[in-house]
């Protein structure tokens, strides 16, 4: 019988002993091709905004996936991706995953027209094809990794073609982390754009203006939770601004209008630079549970310079009943939390308001300022806070912390399951629901009471399951399969040699 409780997941890749970082793995070498074409001053940049400390490079899927479903949810915007074909076919499936529907154009290249700087010149081509102002606001040209390590300068693009904008983005899996921060740097990208067409001449005025300062809000969210902002700023005198990455160009111009910007998710570095170059304040945190809510709206008002009395009727009108909502729903239960979307320090608040005992929370994103008044009061309340949180150290915390429910990315609820706890995978489950206010004092609890109460269908599957092995000897034989690492070694490095000969031509 094997103890599965036991059973540590192994890496989904090859470990063939000299290669750094998995699959997408020549880091370094792309980083100094990178460097010495050119790219110096961009990949310091992002080193500057993302920096990998104190732990490695985390897990997560490519980079590209973020800033390409940035802009595959702008309205009359073109993406074209600029990369290997393998990359592009895994972006872009993924993007169809994920219900794009939408077009990704895709400039090829062969290793004679990326040397020759021809690649360049089929972007230009491509761009200049595309930009057609009856169906285009923008076109957003993405490099992945091999074309920024060769240098393409999408710099050299015209900044507007036929009145269609154009935005060049460089994002390799060498200097972006995470598909999180990927957001930020095409965000960013785009803010920076619009702030200097504002700082030009007059712009298009947005769809839907209110008559009330706004509160610019940073980071994806729940549709819910920006209407549910939206009346707790009421009594202030304030309104919900645009979401940052905008649905549309124009509501980049509103967003730059706000009277203080809410960093929701705290990662949005080049965002947030953008914002402060308009003059705009930066709060942090958000309006999560009762005593998050509390905060959020003191240091909102403080930055708005909103009279005590106005931010005193929003906490009289709301904290009360987030309190109430809260207690109807308790969350009892040992909890570990760990993603790489960046709200995870405030889904831990939110359990632990709601009772939970919440000793870890891993995020697969860095630490930042923005992050402080969530990181503060966690630690505060006795919880490990990890930033950088690498998969190992996420699976660790369940090994250290024995909890009832793993939330966590999908390895680790891989792992969770296999040692028969509960687990919810953050993406599909936590993220898909309001956290905000009143509304989400009450979803959460609904999920995650509902994944604890399978406790007893893990343990029977767990049994149903006992013994018919783990890894190479999954399954019931009459003679188990013995495991061959040195066949496993000798392929991985034919395979990693094939590899690294494809990336070389380019193809
Ligand atoms: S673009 Fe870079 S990080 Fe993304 S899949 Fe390709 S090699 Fe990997």
Redesign the pocket.
């Known amino acids: 019988m094997t103890d599965i409780s036991t059973s540590v997941r192994e890496r989904d890749r090859l470990d063939i002993g000299s290669a750094e970082g998995g699959?997408?793995s020549s880091a370094s070498t792309m980083q100094e091709a990178a460097r010495k074409a050119g790219k110096s001053e961009i990949l310091d940049q992002y080193a500057a905004d993302y920096p990998v400390g104190p732990h490695d490079q985390p897990q997560s899927m490519?980079?590209?996936f973020g800033s390409l479903r940035v802009g595959l949810r702008m309205r009359r915007t073109a993406t074209v991706l600029s990369?290997?074909a393998c990359?592009v076919y895994?972006l872009t499936f993924t993007s169809h995953f994920y219900g794009a529907r939408r077009t990704v154009g895709y400039v090829p290249f062969s290793s004679e027209t990326l040397v020759t700087g021809k690649l360049f010149e089929d972007i230009k081509e491509a761009v200049e094809n595309l930009a057609d102002p009856e169906k285009y606001d923008t076109i957003i040209v993405t490099n992945?990794?091999v074309p920024t390590a060769s240098g393409v300068p999408l710099r050299l693009l015209a900044d507007q073609i036929n009145g269609v904008r154009v935005i060049g983005i460089d994002v390799?899996?060498f200097g972006i982390p995470t598909h999180a921060e990927a957001k930020d740097v095409l965000a960013g990208a785009m803010l920076k754009y619009a702030r200097e067409e504002v700082a030009a001449g007059p712009v298009a005025a947005p769809r839907e203006k209110s008559d009330k300062p706004t509160i610019a809000l940073l980071g994806e969210m729940f549709p819910a939770d920006p209407v549910g902002i939206g009346m707790m700023l009421e009594p202030l005198g304030l309104a919900a601004g645009p979401v940052v990455p905008t649905r549309e160009w124009r509501e980049l111009y509103s967003a730059l209008d706000c009277a203080a910007v809410g960093a929701i998710h705290p990662f949005y570095t080049a965002s947030v630079r953008e914002f402060e170059a308009a003059g705009r304040a930066i709060v942090g945190s958000a309006p999560v549970g009762a005593e998050g809510t509390a905060a959020w709206l003191d240091a909102i008002g403080a930055a708005c310079g909103v009279k005590q009395a106005h931010i005193d009727a929003s906490k009289n009108a709301f904290v009360g009943a987030i309190r109430g909502a809260l207690a109807a729903n308790p969350i009892k239960g040992r909890i570990t939390v760990s993603g790489y979307e960046g709200s995870e320090l405030l889904v831990a608040r939110l359990l632990i308001e709601s009772g939970a005992d919440v000793p870890y929370v891993g995020s697969a994103c860095p630490k930042t300022r923005w992050s402080d008044p969530d990181r503060e009061w966690l630690e505060a309340k006795g919880v490990r806070v990890n930033f950088r949180a690498s998969l190992e150290e996420d699976i660790a915390a369940i090994s250290e912390f024995g909890p009832d429910l793993a939330i966590g990315t999908t390895p680790v609820v891989q792992h969770a399951k296999q040692r028969a706890i509960p687990s919810l995978y953050f993406t599909n489950l936590i993220s898909a629901r309001p956290l905000m206010g009143v509304a989400g004092a009450g979803s959460l609890a609904q999920v995650i009471n509902g994944a604890l109460a399978n406790k007893g269908r893990m343990d029977t599957m767990a049994a149903f399951f006992d013994g018919v092995g783990t890894d190479h000897a999954t399954g019931v034989w009459e003679d188990t399969p013995q495991d061959r690492p040195n066949f496993k070694a000798k392929y991985a490095a034919i395979n990693e040699a094939a590899r690294k000969a494809a990336e070389a031509v380019g193809t």
């Open positions: 699959g997408c490519c980079p590209a990369g290997s990359c895994g992945l990794c390799p899996g």
